[in-house]
C-alpha cells in the first residue's frame, strides 16, 4: 500500500515538473480581459488560444495577476495563478482542472503550488468573473 501511494506522488510530481518545462518553453498569448476588485485586486487574462469545446463543456486557461501578494491557505505567498478550467456551458457550472501559483506577476517568478486534481463542479454566480469567463468561452469555444 505504502508503495503503491509512494509511485502516486511521484508520478504525479514528475506530471507537474514535465508540465513547468512544457509550458514554461511556451510562452502564453495572455490577453488583458478584465478586473476584479476581490482579495485586494486582480487582473485577468486569457489565453484565446486555449479554448477548446467539447460537447456542452469548454475549457480555457486564464491568469489571475494580482495586485497584491496572496496567503493562499495551504499554498505558499502567491503573486499570479494560472487556471485552466472547465465550463459547462448548459449547467452553468464550472471546476478547475489545473492551477498553478507563482510567486511573480504574470506567472513568473518560482512555482509556489501546482495542483492537478479537478475540483468538484460548482454553480457558477450572475455577474461574477466566473460568470464573466465562462459567458466568453462558451461563445468562442471550438469544437475538438
Known amino acids: 500500500m505504502f508503495l503503491m501511494c509512494k509511485n502516486q506522488v511521484l508520478f504525479k510530481t514528475v506530471l507537474t515538473v514535465l508540465f513547468f518545462l512544457i509550458n514554461g518553453s511556451a510562452e502564453a498569448s495572455w490577453v488583458r480581459f478584465g478586473y476584479a476588485p476581490d482579495g485586494g485586486g486582480y487582473t485577468v487574462y486569457i489565453d484565446k488560444s486555449t479554448i477548446q ?6 475549457k480555457m486557461w486564464y491568469l489571475r495577476d494580482y495586485k497584491n501578494i496572496q496567503n493562499i491557505p495551504n499554498r505558499k505567498l502567491t503573486f499570479s495563478l494560472k487556471v485552466q478550467a472547465e465550463y459547462n ?8 482542472i489545473a492551477s498553478y501559483g507563482f510567486a511573480g506577476s504574470m506567472a513568473q517568478g518560482a512555482a509556489t503550488f501546482s495542483n492537478t486534481e ?3 463542479w460548482k454553480g457558477v454566480f450572475e455577474g461574477s468573473v466566473s460568470d464573466t469567463l465562462s459567458k466568453y468561452a462558451c461563445a468562442k469555444g471550438v469544437e475538438k
Open 89 to 96: 456551458c448548459w449547467e452553468k457550472q464550472e471546476r478547475e
Open 118 to 120: 479537478p475540483t468538484p
Open 53 to 58: 469545446r467539447s460537447g456542452n463543456t469548454v
